[in-house]
């Protein structure tokens, strides 16, 4: 029998969740965000699925735009970390790519290439720095920019940037650094984007012509504060099986480096899946999965085909039983939380060699 390790992928709960997210800002148009293979959970297949709804796709960089023409997928798709280099904006008619410009570098590929035809001035948008100190154009240098890039600014040009701290409504960060920057922007421009996914749910402010539905497509909460509780179904669930079973004595140990030890006679699971499918390493003992209907504990180091849970008080746990490491039973942030790391992270590390199962 095969390894039933698996990533079920609910397209129909994508589709709940893209409905749900345009409910926020039924005046906006949606940008999903499909960069790191979707998440994890398949850029293709949620492009296909997305693709006669979403206003345009986004991705992080050149190379990602290929695999869904490839594909057949024909929106726009815009490209985060615009051109790296100068000859791929030879590529920007053909790939049907809008070029989210941030470095003055680019401004000036781009614009030469508007000046003598090649490009029309609607394939950009121009990037501003609002604090987040990554990636972005000096606020301060508007005024400078926009004389030496006639072409770049124009009536046709969104506007954006990117909230540090839009996943902390409790905090006013977000809300005045959006004021400023539109108060900066008052009779330059009329097109803008500033919401990612929590400034859509929680910043009505920032959520104007086009907001970039990341996470919240794909059913996790990007607020850390569960007073905010979005209403998202869950996309991906992460499974496995029991393929052996040990019973051990009090004392002995369990996994690499004998890190933990037994207190009490008990009885060790042993599921199909490890750091090589993108299970943190780094999980500590004690990090919850789902057994036929109960939680048991990760116990020991992370092998890299294997995890081992204690299971001694769970009677019905036997080779073959269904594991769900996050997904519809375990919610995917209160393993994060238990890892140390985010949502994000653990759905974009799940790794090629688990199939990925649509449904």
């Keep these: 029998m095969a390894r039933q390790t ?36 398949g850029a293709v297949e ?21 695999e869904l023409r490839e594909a057949g997928i024909e929106s726009p798709i815009l490209v985060l970390q615009g051109p790296h280099e100068e000859h791929e904006c030879e590529l920007t008619k053909h790939l049907n790519v809008v070029w989210m410009l941030h470095l003055e570098q680019q401004l000036n590929w781009v614009n030469k290439r508007i000046e003598n035809g090649e490009l029309t ?32 600014f124009s009536a046709n040009t969104v506007i954006t940037t990117h909230l540090a701290r839009a996943d902390e409504p409790e905090i006013d960060d977000a809300l005045t650094r959006t004021q400023s920057f539109l108060t900066l922007m008052a009779n330059r421009h009329q097109h803008f984007s500033i919401a990612n996914s929590a400034g859509n749910i929680a910043l009505p402010s920032a959520a104007l012509d086009y907001n970039r539905m990341g996470i919240s497509l794909y059913g996790s909460s990007p607020f850390e504060n569960k007073q905010i509780v979005p209403n998202l179904k869950t996309v ?18 369990v996994g690499y480096g004998a890190t933990w030890v037994a207190k009490r006679a008990s009885r060790i699971a042993t599921v199909a899946l490890g750091y090589a499918d993108g299970y943190p390493r780094h999980a500590p003992s004690g990090t919850p999965a789902y057994f036929d209907g109960h939680i048991a504990k990760l116990v020991g180091r992370v092998s890299m085909d294997m995890l081992t849970f204690d299971v001694t008080d769970l009677d019905t746990v036997e080779v ?20 140390g790391t985010i949502a994000y992270e653990l759905m974009t590390r799940v790794s090629a060699r688990v199939p990925r199962v649509y449904r």
Aim: charged fraction near 25%.
């Design 320 to 339: 073959g039983t269904r594991v769900e490491l996050w997904g519809e039973k375990l919610n995917i942030n209160d393993v994060a939380k238990f890892v």
């Design 236 to 253: 991906m669930t992460l499974e496995s099986q029991v393929i052996a079973i040990r019973e051990i004595d009090e004392g002995e140990a």
């Design 121 to 152: 001035d609607d394939r950009h948008w121009v990037k501003f720095d609002t604090g987040m100190h990554r990636l972005g154009l000096p606020c301060a240098e508007y005024d400078e920019l926009a004389k030496a890039y006639p072409h770049i």
């Design 46 to 66: 949620v492009a296909k699925k997305l693709d006669a709804k979403a206003s345009m796709f986004a991705v992080a960089f050149l190379d990602e735009v290929f």
């Design 6 to 41: 698996r990533a079920i992928i609910n397209l129909s709960a994508l589709e709940d969740n893209y409905e749900a997210m345009c409910a926020h800002a039924p005046n906006s148009k949606q940008v999903v965000v499909v960069k790191a293979n979707a998440y994890g959970n």
